[in-house]
């Protein structure tokens, strides 16, 4: 468990697939994510089996339970994948899961524990992300984790009838120690 300033970042558990149901089948946040199809309990029981078991350096991936780290509500996952023990980089992923969840700082505080777990637990060097141009808040929340745009795939998702640029973005691991040096923490565990 790693501590944000909101979020507590936790092992992700079957327990949890009801509260992943609940939202994941929701257009407004998936459009986000790619592909948008229904997703079925069957498909998400058999994806959350393996990514409770995930090892990363086995696996090349690892996904995290976000929860407010006060109530212990459950928000959404965030993940390490395609992690390059050769290249010492990973992918980040992202999804704070009900809309009413969005926008109140959750999803940067997150990414910020993650990139704190992915430079400072698993010694990488870079981290990486992609998204689509249509999804601004997302990266104003990369951009206030740290993450710099660094260039774009043309016309790559296709998403309500039209073809929208993925842009890229990325964080060093000397930029992230900036802030945070080895010896600190992004946030501190509750005290309720
Ligand atoms: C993207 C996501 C992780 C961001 O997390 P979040 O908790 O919603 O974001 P935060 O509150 O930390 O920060 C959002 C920032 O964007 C701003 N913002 C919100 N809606 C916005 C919009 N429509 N356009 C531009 N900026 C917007 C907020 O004001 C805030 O910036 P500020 O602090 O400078 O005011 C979350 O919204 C999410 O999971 N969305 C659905 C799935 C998704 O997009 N996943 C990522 C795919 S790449």
Same mark, same amino acid.
């Given at each position: 468990?790693?501590?944000?300033?909101?979020?507590?970042?936790?092992?992700l558990?079957?327990?949890?697939?009801?509260?992943?149901?609940e939202?994941?089948?929701?257009f407004?946040?998936r459009?986000?994510?790619?592909?948008?199809?229904?997703?079925?309990?069957n498909a998400?029981r058999?994806?959350?089996?393996?990514?409770?078991?995930?090892d990363?350096?086995?696996?090349?991936?690892?996904v995290?339970?976000?929860e407010d780290?006060?109530?212990?509500? &459950?928000?959404?996952t965030v993940?390490?994948f395609?992690?390059?023990?050769?290249?010492?980089?990973a992918?980040?992923?992202?999804?704070?899961?009900?809309?009413?969840?969005? @926008?109140?700082?959750y @999803?940067?505080?997150?990414?910020?524990?993650?990139?704190?777990?992915?430079f400072?637990?698993?010694?990488l060097?870079?981290?990486?992300?992609?998204h689509a141009?249509?999804?601004?808040r997302?990266?104003?929340?990369?951009?206030?984790?740290?993450?710099?745009?660094?260039?774009a &795939?043309?016309?790559?998702?296709y998403?309500?009838g039209?073809?929208?640029?993925?842009?890229a973005m990325?964080?060093?691991?000397?930029? &992230?120690?900036?802030?945070?040096?080895p010896?600190?923490f992004?946030g501190?565990?509750?005290?309720?």
């Amino acid at each position: 468990m790693y501590f944000g300033e909101k979020v507590c970042l936790r092992a992700l558990e079957m327990s949890d697939l009801n509260k992943i149901l609940e939202h994941w089948n929701t257009f407004a946040m998936r459009r986000f994510l790619g592909t948008a199809l229904p997703c079925s309990e069957n498909a998400e029981r058999v994806w959350l089996e393996k990514a409770t078991q995930y090892d990363p350096w086995k696996d090349g991936q690892i996904v995290l339970a976000v929860e407010d780290k006060n109530s212990k509500k &459950f928000l959404g996952t965030v993940s390490l994948f395609g992690i390059s023990k050769a290249f010492q980089r990973a992918e980040l992923g992202i999804a704070i899961h009900n809309e009413e969840h969005m @926008g109140k700082g959750y @999803g940067t505080d997150a990414v910020k524990v993650m990139l704190w777990i992915g430079f400072h637990v698993l010694g990488l060097n870079s981290i990486y992300l992609y998204h689509a141009e249509f999804n601004d808040r997302g990266k104003r929340a990369y951009e206030k984790a740290g993450f710099k745009s660094i260039g774009a &795939f043309r016309q790559a998702v296709y998403m309500q009838g039209a073809f929208h640029d993925l842009l890229a973005m990325d964080i060093l691991k000397s930029e &992230f120690l900036e802030e945070y040096p080895p010896g600190s923490f992004v946030g501190e565990a509750s005290k309720t």
